[in-house]
T-cell receptor
Framework: DTGVSQDPRHKITKRGQNVTFRCDPI?????LYWYRQTLGQGPEFLTY????????KSRLLSDRFSAERPKGSFSTLEIQRTEQGDSAMYLC??????????????FGPGTRLTVT | AQSVTQLDSHVSVSEGTPVLLRCNYS??????LFWYVQHPNKGLQLLLK??????LVKGINGFEAEFKKSETSFHLTKPSAHMSDAAEYFC???????FGAGTRLTVKP
């Protein structure tokens, strides 16, 4: 399988619990992105990595959110003390960035989080 | 920072008629621009991309878009809509990872 994969596909959690999502990018891609998408809205950028370095975080990303990409391969996104407002689809994408050119992002199927 | 504005949140066309989905960008220079499509319960897929080469860009499924610097636009078109085109379409500035709000395309039989 050469696509972007995400695990789990669905997560239901109670308010206040911590959750962690995993993303496995396309193997040769050096960039990895996390987005959040709510119903009827476009994907909202959260953060991205180039190799293992986290280069940018959205101001919308509260301190309860943390992301890692320890070996420059897979990434995890953790949400601590979840709130109902965190309910959304969390999308991961990867791309190849070379010579400053923006190559297309390949998206995974997403993890749908429901906070009850 | 660059940004995009998708001028219509919803477009409805009849099958076999032309499709026009509008996107304007704001930038002090010519940006790269992409269009993505998201079918219900499916992942986002790249339709086409403009990266400062030819201003008329052809994509998958018969879609194309024309970059017009004078109008700061990158509208998506298709000559004849098909039922399978019903989806959400997003105009994107890839360098800033910014998506437009999306345009929902409905195709009536």
């Amino acid at each position: 399988d050469t696509g972007v994969s995400q695990d789990p596909r669905h997560k239901i959690t109670k308010r206040g619990q911590n959750v962690t999502f995993r993303c496995d990018p396309i193997s040769e891609h050096n960039r990895l992105y996390w987005y959040r998408q709510t119903l009827g809205q476009g994907p909202e950028f959260l953060t991205y990595f180039q190799n293992e370095a986290q280069l940018e975080k959205s101001r919308l990303l509260s301190d309860r959110f943390s992301a890692e990409r320890p070996k420059g391969s897979f990434s995890t996104l953790e949400i601590q003390r979840t709130e109902q407002g965190d309910s959304a689809m969390y999308l991961c994408a990867s791309s190849l960035m070379a010579r400053g050119a923006p190559y297309e992002q390949y998206f995974g199927p997403g993890t749908r989080l429901t906070v009850t | 920072a660059q940004s995009v504005t998708q001028l219509d949140s919803h477009v409805s066309v009849s099958e076999g008629t032309p499709v026009l989905l509008r996107c304007n960008y704001s930038s002090s220079y010519s940006p790269s621009l992409f269009w993505y499509v998201q079918h219900p319960n499916k992942g986002l897929q790249l339709l086409l991309k403009y990266t400062s080469a030819a201003t008329l860009v052809k994509g998958i499924n018969g879609f194309e878009a024309e970059f017009k610097k004078s109008e700061t636009s990158f509208h998506l078109t298709k000559p004849s809509a098909h039922m399978s085109d019903a989806a959400e379409y997003f105009c994107v500035v890839p360098l800033d990872m910014r998506f437009g709000a999306g345009t929902r395309l409905t195709v009536k039989p």
